[in-house]
């Protein structure tokens, strides 16, 4: 039996861009077959929903209780709701797993740290950092920011991105040896695709999903029409229209 973990999903209480409280997640995702999911809100940096003219306690206590409330509302369920973060550079973003709240507490300069900075402070408090959607073209961007040195490992399956994308993702992955990860960057349900991480077996903490991932038991997954039942979870790997590249980016690639 394999296990289905989501890794990207953002809140209502914390991301500007999500219509979705937290609590209406879990019957969704264990209706489509999830043993678990990821809440990565935006950060501070990102698209956030949380006053920044507030104390950094009290900013972080908004940001974390979007994944409070999903852990509460997944109470007696056979459904593990972990943490972890989106965060936001120059449009580049990166999830952030392993780190929690009193992490958070302890780097109220984080803002202000570089990507370099920013992994070395995740790696510190034995977490990773993956970095998502890398090749995601936006009207909002102006250009795609890539920094291998900063990653143990790269999205290359994201929902919200067109297939091209996703594929110019895997090569990135391929190219420079990474482990891959797969996400919904689920905002509202229903979606017309779902992304996943597949284990062979039960992950139970986000400290289990790291040293799971790292070690290469994840396998990256993917899903058309999810509410239809005749479809179901594939892997990335496997679909010629999610790794064959059929468009080159148009916004310049800027390596750091």
């Known amino acids: 039996?394999?296990?289905?973990y989501e890794t990207h999903l953002h809140t209502a209480e914390a991301s500007a861009?999500?219509?979705t409280p937290a609590v209406d997640y879990i019957e969704y995702m264990m209706g489509l077959g999830y043993s678990g999911m990821i809440v990565t809100d935006h950060f501070f940096t990102g698209n956030s929903c949380v006053p920044k003219n507030l104390p950094w306690r009290e900013r972080v206590e908004l940001y974390c209780s979007g994944y409070e409330h999903a852990l509460k509302e997944a109470e007696g369920y056979d459904f593990n709701v972990m943490f972890g973060i989106e965060y936001?550079?120059?449009g580049d973003e990166y999830l952030l797993y392993g780190v929690d709240k009193k992490w958070l507490l302890e780097n109220e300069d984080i803002e202000q740290k570089s990507r370099k900075e920013v992994y070395d402070l995740v790696h510190a408090a034995g977490g990773i950092m993956i970095q998502a959607h890398p090749y995601r073209e936006?009207?909002?961007?102006?250009?795609?920011h890539l920094m291998p040195s900063v990653c143990d490992g790269a999205e290359v399956y994201n929902s919200g991105n067109p297939d091209y994308q996703n594929a110019l993702g895997f090569k990135y992955a391929k190219d420079n040896n990474?482990?891959?990860?797969?996400?919904?960057?689920?905002?509202?349900?229903?979606?017309?695709?779902?992304?996943?991480m597949s284990f062979p077996y039960k992950i139970n903490s986000i400290e289990e999903y790291v040293r799971a991932f790292m070690a290469g038991d994840g396998t990256p997954m993917f899903?058309?029409?999810?509410?239809d039942d005749s479809t179901v979870f594939s892997e990335v790997e496997k679909s010629e229209a999610m790794t064959k590249i059929t468009k080159q980016a148009e916004l310049p690639v800027i390596l750091h």
């Open 138 to 144: 936006r009207g909002y961007l102006s250009a795609i």
């Open 1 to 4: 039996m394999n296990y289905l």
């Open 178 to 196: 990474f482990l891959m990860s797969a996400g919904s960057d689920i905002h509202a349900f229903p979606q017309l695709s779902m992304g996943a």
């Open 223 to 227: 899903r058309i029409n999810p509410k």
């Open 88 to 90: 936001n550079f120059q």
């Open 17 to 19: 861009c999500s219509c």
